[in-house]
């Protein structure tokens, strides 16, 4: 079966730096995307990763290794509107998107 | 602005009743989606269409309908409500079904009692 698994919920210090790691089991593999969710909000896409290495993006970086079904979303600088969820999804071989459940950063001063 | 509508933005609803929820979008995207998302769950997907005029199940396609008679609009519509499908809904498109970012819009919180 396909599966998705990422920590539920993630504490860190503004300006810090955090890693949210994913990892997935797809029938096939097409990519694979993160995106952002505040709460009462609608996903907003953040980055997508379909070679193995890292995707530089500011302040945020997304790495991926295919061959460990694998995957982390490096935030820098932590700021307090990056407080939401962070959601890992990758593309399995017909080009549909599984979804993990999300991981949910709670930033504190 | 460009973008992605969804309405209404919560909706309540007595078991039994039909419901249409509408989607649109001025992006002039091919492929469009429809999601609920529950507490403690990843989005799942209900219904698909990938180009104007088709459409194809998802994940979780019982008790839903969808139709794509045009690029922009795709509504999805419940024929007889239940309370398993209390959810928040959320409409998307992409470009295309492969490999392109996927815009979503604000989302529908439907509870049906």
């Known amino acids: 079966g396909q599966n998705i698994d990422q920590p539920t919920e993630m504490t860190a210090t503004e300006g810090a730096i955090v890693q949210i790691n994913c990892t997935y089991q797809t029938s096939g593999f097409n990519g694979l995307f993160w995106y952002q969710q505040h709460a009462g909000e609608a996903p907003t896409f953040l980055s997508y990763n379909v070679l193995d290495g890292l995707e530089e993006k500011g302040r945020f970086s997304s790495f991926l290794s295919r061959s460990k079904g694998y995957s982390y979303l490096l935030l820098k600088e932590l700021q307090m509107k990056d407080s939401a969820s962070y959601l890992c999804?990758?593309?399995?071989?017909?080009?549909?998107?599984?979804w993990g459940a999300g991981t949910k950063l709670i930033i504190k001063p | 602005i460009a973008g992605i509508t969804q309405a209404p933005t919560s909706q309540i609803l007595a078991a039994g009743r039909r419901m249409t929820l509408r989607c649109t979008q001025d992006?002039?995207?091919?492929?469009m989606y429809w999601y609920r998302q529950d507490l403690g769950l990843g989005l799942r997907l209900i219904h698909y269409?990938?180009?104007?005029?088709?459409?194809g199940k998802g994940e979780v396609p019982d008790g839903y309908s969808v139709s794509r008679a045009n690029t922009d609009d795709f509504p999805l519509t419940l024929a007889s409500a239940v309370p398993s499908q209390t959810s928040v809904y959320f409409c998307?498109?992409?470009?295309?079904?492969?490999?392109?970012?996927?815009?979503f819009g604000q989302g529908t919180r439907l509870t049906v009692v």
């Open positions: 999804a990758p593309m399995d071989s017909n080009y549909q998107l599984i």
């Open positions: 269409s990938n180009t104007a005029g088709t459409t």
């Open positions: 992006m002039r995207h091919n492929a």
């Open positions: 998307a498109s992409s470009e295309d079904e492969r490999n392109t970012e996927a815009f």
